[in-house]
């Protein structure tokens, strides 16, 4: 195929502009990175301003893990995510797997309500009542119980479910699989690139948790990673002396350490189901 001059040139600026958007997404992680790595020394020489380190040391990662409250809101935050993600899949997975069923009692009306709470909400009054009311307060299960189902995510999964062909359910029945059988054996080994597309969702949205914890939780030992980096972020800026090492370690460099601990699981996740995540993401959307 002959491209001609000013599809070229279009491309050119095409991917010119690509380049720089990706780079501008790129540098504040860069920025935060460089600094936590940086000794104080280095980074006061350059006026707090590095994009790439100078010289490296981990003694701002050493006090992160050590004298501060990360450690155990990072364990908090590994159960929130892993237990919400989890339960949140199977959840929404089945009910949305009932309602592609056309001949189910009641599907409109689930489907209304579904819709429902897209457009409207509760409020933050009453949810926070009813979660007081069920014993769910100060409890890790507050934050996961009450978003365990995304209404969204939801009508992606019935709508891929819908678009399965029906003559492998039909085939399944005459074999004489019940409908529990048809969804574990046929239904879910089908909707492998959904399943990890929605539980990304799913995962980082757990792990990103913030307002309903300051919201729900009372115990400073019960919050998630998002709370203790907010409280180690507003604190103030003391020197805090790594002892075991000749470097001074200032509370802006734990902070950006504290940013890239919170970050970098979700980054590393994100490698694994990338190349499902388009796929996912749009086979579950094509019809309504």
């Given at each position: 195929?002959?491209?001609s001059?000013q599809?070229?040139?279009?491309?050119y600026?095409?991917?010119?502009?690509?380049?720089?958007i990706?780079?501008?997404a790129?540098f504040?992680?860069?920025?935060?990175?460089?600094v936590?790595?940086t000794?104080?020394?280095?980074?006061?020489?350059y006026?707090g301003?590095?994009?790439?380190?100078?010289?490296?040391?981990?003694?701002?990662?050493?006090?992160?893990?050590?004298?501060?409250?990360?450690?155990?809101?990072l364990?908090?935050?590994l159960?929130?995510?892993?237990?919400?993600?989890?339960?949140?899949?199977?959840?929404?997975a089945?009910m949305?797997?009932?309602?592609?069923?056309?001949?189910?009692?009641g599907?409109?009306?689930?489907l209304?309500?579904?819709?429902?709470?897209?457009?409207?909400s509760?409020?933050?009054?009453?949810?926070?009542?009813v979660?007081k009311?069920?014993g769910?307060?100060?409890?890790?299960?507050?934050?996961?119980?009450?978003t365990l189902?995304?209404p969204?995510n939801?009508?992606?999964?019935?709508?891929?479910?819908?678009?399965?062909?029906?003559?492998?359910e039909?085939?399944?029945?005459?074999?004489?699989?019940?409908e529990?059988?048809?969804?574990?054996?046929?239904?879910l080994?089908?909707?492998?690139?959904?399943?990890?597309?929605?539980?990304?969702?799913?995962a980082?949205?757990?792990?990103?948790v913030?307002?309903?914890?300051?919201?729900y939780l009372t115990?400073a030992?019960?919050?998630?990673?998002?709370?203790?980096?907010?409280?180690?972020?507003m604190?103030p800026?003391?020197?805090?002396l790594?002892?075991?090492?000749?470097?001074?370690?200032?509370?802006?460099?734990?902070k950006?350490?504290g940013?890239?601990v919170?970050t970098?699981?979700?980054?590393?996740?994100?490698?694994?189901?990338?190349?499902?995540f388009?796929k996912?993401?749009?086979?579950g959307?094509v019809?309504?």
């Open positions: 195929m002959i491209i001059r599809e070229k040139w279009f491309q600026a095409n991917y010119t502009l690509l380049l720089v990706g780079l501008g790129l504040p992680f860069l920025y935060i990175v460089s936590s790595l000794p104080t020394s280095v980074v006061d020489r006026g301003f590095l994009i790439f380190p100078r010289q490296i040391t981990f003694a701002a990662y050493q006090q992160v893990f050590t004298n501060s409250a990360i450690p155990r809101s364990l908090n935050s159960f929130i995510t892993g237990a919400g993600t989890l339960l949140s899949l199977l959840v929404t089945v949305g797997f009932g309602l592609a069923k056309q001949g189910v009692p599907r409109s009306v689930y209304f309500l579904v819709v429902f709470t897209i457009l409207f509760g409020g933050i009054i009453p949810t926070y009542l979660v009311d069920v769910l307060l100060n409890s890790l299960w507050s934050l996961i119980i009450p189902i995304n969204f939801l009508l992606i999964f019935k709508t891929f479910f819908q678009q399965l062909p029906k003559e492998l039909d085939a399944a029945v005459i074999d004489g699989s019940s529990l059988g048809i969804f574990v054996r046929i239904t080994p089908l909707s492998v690139a959904v399943l990890l597309t929605i539980g990304l969702f799913y980082v949205f757990y792990w990103n913030y307002f309903h914890a300051i919201l115990d030992e019960r919050y998630p990673l998002q709370v203790a980096l907010r409280q180690l972020l604190q800026d003391p020197t805090v790594d002892m075991s090492s000749d470097y001074e370690v200032p509370a802006e460099t734990m950006m350490a940013v890239v919170s970098l699981p979700i980054v590393l996740a994100y490698p694994f189901v990338q190349k499902y388009m996912g993401a749009t086979l959307a019809k309504g």
